[in-house]
């Protein structure tokens, strides 16, 4: 237990040291309007609340990690905290930071279209297929993760087959839900 307080102090102190500054060296101007108000169309740029956007962020940067979290713990022992709190603070809060930085002063652009911006053309084909080729991989253990600890959890009628169809299912319900609500947002404001 004294390494989760341990933990949660280098989170904090981290927050007001490194991620600031990190802000210094960014410079963010609060006056530059984000691309989701400066090119509003309804589909790719749709403003939204701040609690929807944190947690979305949250979502993003936590994935499985509470699930996988725990597991590792339990696996690896305490010292788990910290390589969790490390990663967080010096690879996935600056990485989400940075690309959403970037992104914005180059008018919401993907990591493809900074990289052939800054590296060229060849670059940023090579950036698109290990996009693809990423999020593939990604929505994979996103899937099966879930599928998998359910189903080691549960009576053995309802199988990994079974979770993996339910998520999937989730899956698509949910993306068809926002698809609704932000088209339904954006003849809104345009009426």
Known sequence: MTLF??????????????????????????????????????VD???????????IELLNIAGLGPIFGALAGALWGPVAFLWIVFGCLFGGAVHDYFSGMLSMRN????????TGFYL????????????????????TVFMTGPA?????ITPAALDFKFWLIV?????????CSRSTSSSAASTRSSA
């Open 5 to 42: 307080f341990i933990s949660v102090a280098i989170l904090i102190v981290g927050y007001f040291t490194y991620g600031v500054l990190v802000d210094r060296v960014f410079k963010p101007d609060a006056a530059r309007k984000t691309p989701a108000y400066a090119q509003t169309d309804g």
């Open 45 to 55: 740029f749709v403003p939204m609340s701040w609690p929807n956007i944190f947690l």
């Open 107 to 114: 008018r919401g652009a993907s990591v493809s279209e900074l």
């Open 120 to 139: 060229g053309p060849v670059m940023k084909n090579i950036m698109r297929v290990f996009s693809v080729v990423l999020l593939i991989l990604v929505g």
């Open 148 to 152: 998998k600890l359910l189903a080691a």
């Open 167 to 175: 998520v999937l299912i989730y899956y698509f319900l949910r993306r």
